[in-house]
């Protein structure tokens, strides 16, 4: 809900680190055309397609801002915090004769706004703002770079736009939180970062200012309350960036898990699960049930207390994680293989893990926990050693059977489920039906790679429900974008793009029948057709689409590499390992990641 409130502004203005350089009777002018405004916590500041005919500060407490995403759900960009601006292209998109009829009008918000907690603001007017900058012509270049950083390179990180408040929630009596919010703190020091913990005895009732010096004072501020109707459980949610419920994974969620609270990290769906294995036990419910429960986006498992999988959640706290993307391209991807031994070589964790096509195979083959000698010997098995797409037929839906692919898909991820990957993983597929992208995020592992896989023409699609899903290099074949949006850290890519032809122009010219190539090259080699539809497939109008969104750009040198090249492994796995060491030679970012 926004209140407005009656009192003069001028005051408030004069505390905004964004306008301390204002003169006072321009500050004063400004503050006529001001307004003061309280926001509720859940309530919005404003919403997409609305007229933006004013800038707004953050006084205090905490905003989110929210795109619409291409399913046409909100999907969180980050936070704003105190004296910081918002609504900010309304001054210079605003005012302008838009739609040609000679009349200037407001520009719609291209984004929404809501309040993560109880917040005050303050609303100037588009001719209040104009009186600043004529008083203050600087306030002009620093909203420029303002709206560069929050409109430019993707890749580009913001730690204000990072969550900070984290409250863990005990879902049993029987988790300790204090002491895993305790390792966690550790795990922040270690890599320099102050924290803090506060439990139901230090923080019930306290009034929201008193959160907003912890925030203000700490890198990070870890809440810790058990699932129940108190009122510290409530205001810890409620004072939320960011809510990670706490499992025990041999327990099963209840229904529903968490109780109908007015908390927008809760209405908002900035929630994650983190399931706690201390030991052997046997899982009582699948990861995708604690998602379902608790409205989360993310799952987590934590085995032990100390070790690689409090550092990783520290990571992720902390925006240190590393994100690594693999694009398709075919046999060329195989290059994936040698960035992430060059990746393990420099120490440098691995965090979150994704990609489309056979990039997102390699991933997957990450995610497992498969050691390099691991991974190779298997990718050698399955893809090497005999062809893949040997089981040719007469096309009806595909020009191979596919049934080799499934085959050997199930011998190595068996009944793996994504939930269950240690890291964090994504694979991408085309969505026929609604020509969107498919993200899998849940389900059976090899079901994902079998339709991330599928290229038009040569693999069938596979049939989920009434989609057809193919190959995820058709619409994004290196979905950083998806990585982005995953986690708030570091992001390393590997592009495999056909940067040649790749194609033998000679096969295309007065090319025989069917039968007359089977007696010139037998059923194991692929037809030029195969490789025309594999061209067709991962061809994309900008070849460079996600790189300018990586932190660490490897592109391996594979001039001479087919996408049907599946025997050129030594070579591409060799190409893609030189590669990265250059690359992350050039980086920083085993500083910033790595604790000391």
């Known amino acids: 809900m ?45 919403k997409a397609g609305e007229p933006a005919d004013c800038i707004y500060f953050v006084l205090s407490g905490s905003l989110g801002a929210f ?41 719609p918000h291209t984004g929404s706004v809501y309040a993560i907690r109880d917040s005050e603001v303050i609303a100037i007017t588009r001719k209040g703002w104009q009186r600043m900058v004529k008083a203050e012509p600087e306030l002009l270049e620093g909203m420029i770079r303002v709206i560069l950083k929050r409109l430019g390179k993707a890749g580009q990180r913001s730690t204000r736009a990072a969550p900070k408040v984290f409250t863990l929630v005990a879902t049993s009596p029987t988790i300790d939180l204090s002491l895993r919010a305790r390792a966690l703190a550790e795990c ?26 912890l ?41 529903p898990l968490m109780p109908d609270e007015n908390s927008p990290a809760l209405a908002l769906k900035l929630v994650d699960v983190v399931l706690l294995h201390p030991g052997n036990e046997r899982r009582a419910a699948r990861p995708v049930e604690w998602l379902e429960a608790s409205g989360g986006s993310r799952v987590f498992h934590w085995t032990g207390v100390h070790g690689a999988s409090c550092a990783r959640l520290a990571r992720v706290m902390d925006g240190r994680s590393v994100g690594v993307v693999m694009s398709g391209g075919g046999a060329r991807a195989y290059s994936h293989i040698g960035m992430v031994k060059a990746i393990r070589e420099e120490g440098i964790p691995i965090d979150f893990v994704g990609g489309s096509s056979m990039g997102a195979v390699i991933a997957a ?44 898909l199930k011998e190595h991820f068996g009944e793996s489920e994504i939930g269950d990957l240690d890291i964090p993983f994504f694979a991408t597929s085309t969505n026929l039906t609604t020509g969107s992208l498919h993200l899998h995020r849940t389900g059976l592992l090899r079901d994902a790679l079998r339709a991330t896989i599928s290229l038009p023409g040569i693999l069938p699609p596979v049939v989920e429900g009434h989609d057809l899903l193919v190959d995820g290099a058709v619409l994004n074949n290196f979905p950083v974008d998806v990585m982005r949006d995953m986690h708030r850290g570091y992001v390393v890519g590997c592009d495999v793009t056909q ?70 492994y030594d070579a591409t796995v060799e190409a893609g390992y030189e590669s990265a060491k250059k690359a992350l030679e050039t980086s920083d970012i085993k500083a910033k990641c790595c604790t000391p």
């Open 2 to 46: 926004l209140t407005q409130m009656n009192i003069d502004v001028t005051p408030a203005l004069k505390n905004i680190p964004f306008l301390k350089d204002v003169p006072a009777r321009a500050m004063k002018a400004a503050g006529k055309e001001a307004r003061w405004f309280s926001l509720s916590a859940g309530g919005s500041l404003f």
């Open 67 to 107: 795109r619409e995403s291409p399913d046409g759900h909100d999907e969180f960009i980050g936070h704003i915090r105190t004296g910081e601006p918002v609504g900010e292209m309304a001054l210079f998109l605003g005012g302008l004769d838009l739609d040609g009829d000679g009349e200037p009008e407001n520009a």
């Open 188 to 213: 922040l020091g270690k890599a320099g970062k102050s924290s803090v913990v506060i439990g139901e005895t230090e923080g019930d009732e306290k009034p929201a200012a008193f959160f907003d010096d």
């Open 215 to 255: 925030e203000t004072r700490h890198d990070v501020v870890i809440l810790t309350s058990t699932i129940g109707g108190n009122s510290w459980f409530r205001l810890s949610i409620r004072q939320a960036d960011r809510i990670w419920v706490m499992a025990r994974a041999d327990a099963r969620p209840s229904i």
């Open 365 to 408: 083959c990450v995610a497992m926990g498969w050691d390099d000698t691991e991974i190779d010997w298997r990718i050698r098995k399955a893809f090497v050693e005999t062809n893949p797409l040997g089981d040719y037929n007469l096309p009806v839906v595909g020009m191979v059977k596919g049934l080799r692919v499934n085959a050997r």
């Open 499 to 568: 940067q040649a032809e790749g194609l033998n122009v000679d096969e295309f010219i007065n090319p025989p029948n069917f039968f007359r190539w089977v007696l010139g090259h037998g059923f194991s080699a692929a037809p030029p057709i195969a490789g025309l539809l594999m061209r067709t497939a991962t061809i994309r109008a900008d070849r460079t689409f996600g790189r300018d969104m990586t932190d660490v750009l490897v592109l391996p040198e594979l001039i001479d590499t087919d996408l049907r090249d599946w025997e050129a």
